[in-house]
């Protein structure tokens, strides 16, 4: 369902005041400044300082979407969606952390290379159309910039 959005028609503002108070308190004002904004832009999410060995990880959230960026084997930093792709459960749960041996989904215990591919399905035969091969982990956009790390969703 479509909404209006705030921003249609300029506010009814005294002369003495230049912002619409809105901008702090609306939640619709922020769902949109979430999607066009914080979604849509490249984000800082560490240092790459922060991950000095593989497997080193940060757990974020950027407009609300749950990623973890990652030092892989090949020393590059990757970032993705922090959601196994089985039945969505959180896979990284602690801010920081090390995950040299994969990232392990609590629930049912799939398991995930630092590339994001899936290395173990546990009792396999029990889930119908899955397949190592054909399951990874979603990628977000990564890019280190003067030993900064940045991720996005565009
Ligand atoms: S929800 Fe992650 S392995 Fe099932």
Not at 4 to 27: E, G, K
Not at 82 to 99: I, Q, S, Y
């Amino acid at each position: 369902m479509d909404h209006v959005s705030p921003w249609a028609t300029a506010p009814n503002l005294p002369s003495t005041h230049y912002v619409d108070n809105r901008i702090y308190t609306d939640p619709v004002i922020f769902e949109e400044e979430r999607e066009k904004i914080l979604a849509a832009t490249w984000r800082l999410v560490c240092h790459e300082s922060e991950l000095p060995e593989p497997g080193d990880y940060r757990a974020k959230e950027i407009a609300g979407v749950p990623v973890v960026i990652l030092r892989s084997e090949d020393r590059s930093i990757m970032a993705f969606f922090n959601v196994c792709p089985h039945r969505g459960a959180r896979l990284v749960r602690d801010e920081r952390g090390n995950a040299k041996k994969g990232l392990q989904c609590l629930y049912h215990l799939w398991t995930f290379a630092l590339d994001g591919k899936c290395t173990s399905i546990t009792r396999s035969k029990g889930y119908d159309g899955c397949s190592l091969k054909k399951t990874t982990l979603d990628c977000a956009l990564s890019e280190r910039k003067s030993s900064a790390a940045w991720c996005s969703f565009a």
